[in-house]
C-alpha cells in the first residue's frame, strides 16, 4: 500500500491503527479534486449524502446524523492527563493506562468490513510557521468530506511535519455503533493524541476542530510559548487603508459569527470603511520576530450553526452557504431540492423533509410548534465563500494583533465597553467572562453562567495554569501586548428589550477599540477599567440612540459589582492552590475600587 509520506513516526502509528481496527480497505487521502469527486459520488449512491439543487446551490451536499447524535457530548469528554490535577476542575479526568485499556477493546475490529480512510491534514497555512499537523484516521466519508472544507487536507500538509518529526497529532476516529452509551471523546494531551468513538457529528468528529484546534493546541502552547484561543479575528480597515487586527472571545449564542463577519453600518462604508474576516472561531497567537503578537486561523472553513442565520442577521455568513458545502440537520425543500431552517426566513416549505428524515407539510409542521431543522443543525463552508474573507487568511506569519475583547450577555452589569488596565487585569476580566442563561438553555432565566475566556469546554489542562500562562504571555510581550477589552451587547431596558442595537452597529464599538490602540482618544477610570467618554461612541445615524442612551449604557451600578465580586470569589474557589495570586490580587483591588 503506497504512503503519503516517508515520516516513519505516521507510518508506524498508521500501520498500529490499521492492525487495531482490521478495516477491509484502507485509503489514503491525498486531497485531490479525483478523490474527493469520487468519494462524494460513492456517499451519494449509499444514501449517506444528498446531492442537492446543483444550479441554486452548486456543490453542496446534504447529511443527516441520528436523533441521538446531534451536538458535542460535555460528558462523554475526556482530558487523560497522567496526573488527575493536570486536567483541573473543569474537566473530566480519567487515566490514560485506564482509558485505553477501557477504548482499544471498543476498537478492535470496529472497521471490519468497512474502509479506512487516513486524512493528512495541516491546522494552518502550509508553510507556516504557527501550523501543525494531524493525521485522522476514520470509517466515515462524511468526515473526509467536512476536513476537505475544513482543514488543509491532503498529501501537502505533511510538507509541514518533514520525513523525521514526530510531532503531529495522531487522531483516532470510528462511528462504531453510534452508540451514546459507548460514545467517547477523548483527549491524551502528553500523547498528542485524540480517540473518538461511536459518535458521527462533526464536533466530535472533525478532530482537527475542538479536539485538536483548542484542547491539544492549548496544551501544546502553553509547552512551547504560544496560545490556542476560542476567537474569531477580524480586520478593521481604515479609509487611508491602514488596518487593524481584533481578535475576540464570547460564550455561544453571544454574536460571536455575526462579529467576525460584521457589515458596518452605512455611514461607515461611505467613509470608506471594510471589515475583513480572518477567523469566526478559533485563533492561534504567537510573538512574532517583531515582538508583536500574531495570529493564524487554523482552520480552512466555517463550521456554523444554520438557525438564526439569514440575509439580516449574518449576510455574509449566508453567502459562505452558497456553493461547495455540506449541510447537516437542516430540513429539505423536497419541490427544489433546496435547505431551510428556522429564521432563514418566514416560509417553510410545504413539501418538506424535517432533519429527522420524515416528510411533512412545512408550515403546519411548524405552527403545531416543531422544528424542521435541528435548532444545533450545521453548515459546513469553505472560507474561501466568504464575501468578507481576509486578504491575509493565508499569510503564512498570521496578522498582528491590537487589541483582545472579551464578552458575555450581561442584562444589567457589564457596560457596553471597557477596557482594563493592564495585561494582567485583561487577564481577570477574561477569567470572569460570563453570561446569563436565556429561557432557550435551561429553563431558568438569568443564571450567571461562568466561562473564562470562552475557554471552559476547550482548555486541555488545569485553567488555573492556564491563566498563569496568560500572565506568563503578557511579560514575554511587554508593551507590545494588544489591549484588552470587554464589551456587552445585551443589556436591556426596564421591558427586558436590549437597548443596543447591535450587528453591524457594534463597529461603532469596534471604532472607539481602535483609536484606544491608536492613542488617539481619551478614557473615564472607573472602579471596573477605563471607559469611554458616552460622546466618543458615534452614534450618528442611530434611530432612538443618543448620547445619553451611551451613558446610561455605561453607567457602572456598584451594588451589582459587589455582588458580581461574591460570585467571582465562589468562582475561583474551585481552582484551589493553583489560582494564580495575580488573579486574587485583581479581585481584592476590584473590590477596594467599589468600596
Known amino acids: 500500500m503506497a504512503t503519503l509520506t516517508k515520516n516513519p513516526n505516521v507510518n508506524k502509528w498508521v500501520d498500529e491503527m490499521i492492525a487495531l481496527c482490521k478495516p477491509e480497505k484502507v485509503v489514503w487521502i491525498d486531497g485531490s479534486k479525483e478523490q474527493l469527486d469520487e468519494l462524494r459520488a460513492e456517499a451519494i449512491s449509499t444514501g449517506e449524502m444528498i446531492k442537492l439543487n446543483e444550479e441554486k446551490l452548486p456543490g453542496c451536499l446534504y447529511h443527516r446524523t441520528l436523533p441521538n447524535d446531534v451536538a458535542r457530548v460535555e460528558d462523554r469528554t475526556f482530558i487523560c492527563s497522567r496526573k488527575k490535577e493536570d486536567a483541573g476542575p473543569t474537566n473530566n479526568w480519567c487515566d490514560p493506562k485506564e482509558m485505553y485499556a477501557k477504548l482499544t477493546p471498543m476498537y478492535d475490529g470496529v472497521m471490519k468490513n468497512r474502509t479506512m480512510y487516513i486524512i493528512p491534514y495541516s491546522m494552518g497555512p502550509i508553510g507556516s510557521p504557527l501550523a501543525k499537523v494531524g493525521v485522522e484516521v476514520t470509517d466515515s466519508i462524511y468526515v473526509v468530506l467536512n476536513m476537505a472544507i475544513m482543514t488543509r487536507m491532503g498529501a501537502d500538509a505533511f510538507k509541514n511535519l518533514g520525513d523525521t518529526s514526530d510531532d503531529f497529532v495522531r487522531g483516532l476516529h470510528s462511528k462504531a455503533d453510534v452508540d451514546p452509551e459507548k460514545r467517547y471523546i477523548v483527549q491524551f494531551p502528553e500523547d498528542n493524541t485524540i480517540w473518538s468513538i461511536n459518535s458521527a457529528y462533526g464536533g466530535n468528529v472533525l478532530l482537527g476542530k475542538k479536539c485538536f484546534a483548542l484542547r491539544i493546541a492549548s496544551y501544546q502552547g502553553k509547552n512551547e510559548g504560544w496560545m490556542a484561543e476560542h476567537m474569531l479575528i477580524l480586520g478593521i480597515e481604515k479609509p487611508n487603508g491602514e488596518i487593524k487586527y481584533v481578535t ?17 453600518p452605512e455611514g461607515y462604508t461611505k467613509r470608506g470603511y471594510k471589515v475583513w474576516t480572518v477567523g469566526d472561531d478559533i ?42 458545502t455540506i449541510f447537516t440537520n437542516v430540513a429539505i425543500n423536497n419541490d427544489d431540492m433546496t435547505v431551510w431552517w428556522e429564521k432563514l426566513d418566514n416560509n417553510p416549505p410545504v413539501n418538506a423533509t424535517e432533519w429527522k428524515g420524515e416528510k411533512v407539510n412545512g408550515p403546519e409542521y411548524v405552527a403545531a410548534g416543531n422544528k424542521l431543522a435541528h435548532p444545533n443543525s450545521r453548515f459546513t463552508a469553505p472560507a474561501e465563500n466568504c464575501p468578507c474573507i481576509s486578504p491575509e487568511f493565508n499569510n503564512p506569519q498570521g496578522v498582528p494583533i491590537s487589541a483582545i475583547i472579551f464578552g458575555g450577555r450581561r442584562a444589567k452589569t457589564a457596560p457596553l465597553v471597557y477596557q482594563s488596565f493592564n495585561w494582567q487585569h485583561g487577564t481577570f476580566v477574561g477569567s470572569i467572562m460570563a453570561s446569563e442563561t436565556t429561557a432557550a438553555a435551561t429553563g431558568a432565566v438569568g443564571v450567571v453562567r461562568r466561562d473564562p475566556m470562552a475557554m471552559l469546554p476547550f482548555c486541555g489542562y488545569h485553567m488555573g495554569d492556564y491563566w498563569a500562562h496568560w500572565l506568563e504571555m503578557g511579560k514575554i510581550l511587554g508593551d507590545k501586548a494588544p489591549k484588552i477589552f470587554n464589551v456587552n451587547w445585551f443589556r436591556t431596558d426596564e421591558n427586558g428589550d436590549f437597548i443596543w442595537p447591535g450587528y453591524g452597529d457594534n463597529m461603532r464599538v469596534l471604532d472607539w477599540i481602535i483609536d484606544r490602540c491608536e492613542g488617539t482618544v481619551d478614557a473615564v477610570e472607573t472602579p471596573i477599567g477605563y471607559e469611554p467618554k458616552p460622546e466618543d461612541i458615534n452614534v450618528e445615524g442611530l434611530d432612538g440612540i443618543t448620547t445619553e442612551t451611551v451613558a446610561d449604557l455605561l453607567s457602572v451600578d456598584k451594588d451589582l459589582w459587589k455582588e458580581e465580586a461574591k460570585g467571582i470569589e465562589e468562582f475561583y474557589k474551585k481552582f484551589g492552590e493553583k489560582l494564580p495570586k495575580e488573579m486574587s490580587e485583581e479581585l481584592k483591588n476590584l473590590e477596594a475600587r467599589l468600596a
Open 248 to 264: 475576540a472571545a464570547f460564550p455561544s449564542a453571544c454574536g460571536k459569527t455575526n462579529l467576525a463577519m460584521l457589515i458596518p
Open 283 to 324: 485563533a492561534w497567537l504567537k510573538p512574532g520576530p517583531d515582538g508583536r503578537l500574531y495570529a493564524i486561523n487554523p482552520e480552512n472553513g466555517f463550521f456554523g450553526v444554520a438557525p438564526g442565520t439569514n440575509a439580516h442577521s449574518n449576510y455574509n455568513a449566508l453567502a459562505s452557504t452558497r456553493k461547495n
